[in-house]
């Protein structure tokens, strides 16, 4: 008999609170309690800060050992800042050699802006994501520095992701490689595609390439600017890694890896740029 | 539970909060951290049984919720049915769980935690992780969850202070001999 009630106690104590799961998923999914969640995570990692920010400076570089023991982190520099120069340079050669192709195009076609001369607010990653499940990165500066939901956010080398959510003394910047990103970009002889995320560690996967884009590996790819795009226009993302054309097939499959070690990163400038309305 | 159950858990919450975002998210390896709320919420069914296990489960996820991007309310339902499924679990076992069977609860509970989080993010509409990455995750959880295990037993053995042997409610729903 006690055992009967207890059965029935447990069972409802599990549906009850599996309802309130399903519950606060569907509330805190959009409208007014979705913006509650999102300030109370903003809140949350406003407070947190200091702490994160004291003990990255001390596990920075035993978070660089882990990864360079699972193969991504090859021979780090030891001074980050001196990597985000080479980086700049990197990026300005890349900058430089598209330009050159393509600048007339672009200035006829399009009149579209360039990254350069955008300010760049300059801030230090103190965590990595805190689910395995989601790309994202946290930095110490927030809208009290001019950060704000929505702004690129680059490397020495070129493209991290962006802004999806910023608190007074923190944000929390998408990765480039996460799946939900979506970034127009240039490539080949003035192409345009979407660069889609695919996973940590993966390349990025251009959608709707024409079979007849030229393009080959080791070829720049630049955010295209079109448009309402999320980026300004010229930033470095990567190189084309592979293109594969499939037969019978209308479009080729064009994988692009990022320029920038998103394992490994320490320091980013988050461009204050929005997107047009 | 009573209220001092309910700060020595405050604590421990909270602790682990620091310890999450301020240590094991620095720790990455092949893209994955250990996940020390998962194994709260396995310890917690280990220890206070289903019922209880799933309600400290279902207050641990909301928590868990707060430092993440992921849909809020995701981590609650996932720990709800780990630590569920974990008292049910541990309610076979007369005696106080064994150093082995804690491994084995916490290696099963971080294998199972992450594949059901997956999953139901899956079907809420979050995109899917590559399946090469779903493995470096559940690894690197499991095993964390595997090292930590003993180590988080005590501490929630102690935010419940329940006497060894007599330490949870699993033991009917089992099917087992209520204790």
Known sequence: ?277 | MTMRTWGRLGIIVLAAVLVQVGVLNQIVIGGAHPDVFLLLAISAGLVAGPQRGAVMGFTLGLVADVFVQTPYGLSSLCYVLVAFAVGLAAGMVAARPTFGFQAAAALLGGVGGTLLFAGLGTLIGQPSVPRHQLVVIVAVVSVACVLLANLAYRLLEWAVAVAPGAHHDAGAFAGGSAR
């Open chain 1, 1 to 277: 008999m006690t055992a009967s009630r207890r059965n029935t106690s447990q069972r409802l104590t599990l549906v009850i609170l599996l309802l309130a799961s399903i519950t606060v998923i569907t509330v805190a999914y959009k409208g007014e309690a979705r913006h509650v969640v999102s300030s109370v995570r903003n809140g949350a990692g406003d407070a947190v800060a200091p702490v994160q920010r004291g003990i990255a400076a001390v596990l920075h570089p035993i978070g660089n050992l882990f990864a360079g023991m699972a193969g991504y982190g090859g021979a780090l520099g030891d001074n980050q800042r001196l990597q985000l120069e080479v980086g700049q340079l990197r990026r300005q050669l890349i900058e430089a050699g598209q330009a050159q192709e393509q600048l007339d195009q672009l200035r006829s076609d399009q009149n579209l802006p360039f990254a350069d001369g955008i300010p760049e607010v300059l801030g230090e990653v103190i965590s990595s994501p805190s689910s395995n499940f989601d790309l994202t990165i946290e930095i110490d500066r927030g809208t009290s520095n001019g950060v704000g939901a929505g702004m690129p956010v680059v490397s020495g080398a070129g493209l991290v992701g962006s802004v999806i959510s910023a608190g007074e003394h923190t944000a929390i910047v998408q990765l480039l490689t996460d799946p939900r990103s979506e970034i127009g970009v240039r490539f080949g002889t003035g192409d345009v595609a979407v660069a889609v995320g695919q996973g940590e560690g993966d390349p990025l996967q251009l959608q709707d390439v024409s079979e007849t884009s030229v393009t080959s590996r080791g070829a720049p790819v630049v955010t295209s600017g079109l448009d309402v795009a999320a980026y300004p226009a010229g930033i470095p993302v990567g190189t084309v890694s592979s293109v594969r054309h499939t037969g019978g097939s209308l479009t080729s499959q064009v994988l692009v890896t990022p320029l920038v070690n998103l394992l490994v990163l320490q320091y980013v400038a988050v461009l204050q740029w929005f997107p047009p309305a």
